[in-house]
């Protein structure tokens, strides 16, 4: 069946920089529209970075544009979001999905039907 297993999150001073991977597996097609959410505490789920694996294609919340990168590794099929410069603002619980294709309002949870169980960042001040 399908899984998709996130790994790399831990605790980094505001400044710092840390990488998620995102390790698929089970799917039936290659391209699909894989994305990073996060979800501070008592706050709403919400989009960071997409990426259409089909055409490489990638997609940004303005409050990460310029300080995290989204990129897939084709052969292992694993998703990694590169977090540089991070903030106590980008303290959450990541989560990895995956979608069909990638539409317009990207960052909306309810277009993923697959779900990652989610890894801890926490960025100190």
């Known amino acids: 069946q399908v899984q998709l297993v996130e790994s790399g999150g831990g605790t980094v001073q505001a400044g710092g920089a840390l990488r998620l991977s995102c390790a698929a597996s089970?799917?039936?097609?290659?391209?699909?529209?894989m994305v990073w959410f996060r979800q501070p505490p008592e706050k709403e789920r919400e989009g960071v970075a997409a990426?259409?694996?089909?055409?490489?294609?990638?997609y940004y919340a303005d409050s990460v544009k310029g300080r995290f990168t989204i990129s897939h590794d084709n052969a292992n099929d694993i998703v990694y979001l590169q977090m540089n410069s991070l903030k106590p603002d980008d303290t959450a619980i990541y989560y990895c999905?995956?979608?069909?294709?990638?539409?317009?309002?990207?960052?909306?949870?309810?277009?993923?039907?697959?779900w990652g169980q989610g890894t801890q960042v926490t960025v100190s001040s």
């Open positions: 089970g799917f039936t097609y290659s391209s699909r529209c």
């Open positions: 999905a995956a979608g069909a294709i990638c539409v317009v309002n990207w960052s909306s949870k309810r277009f993923y039907n697959y």
């Open positions: 990426i259409y694996t089909g055409r490489g294609s990638t």
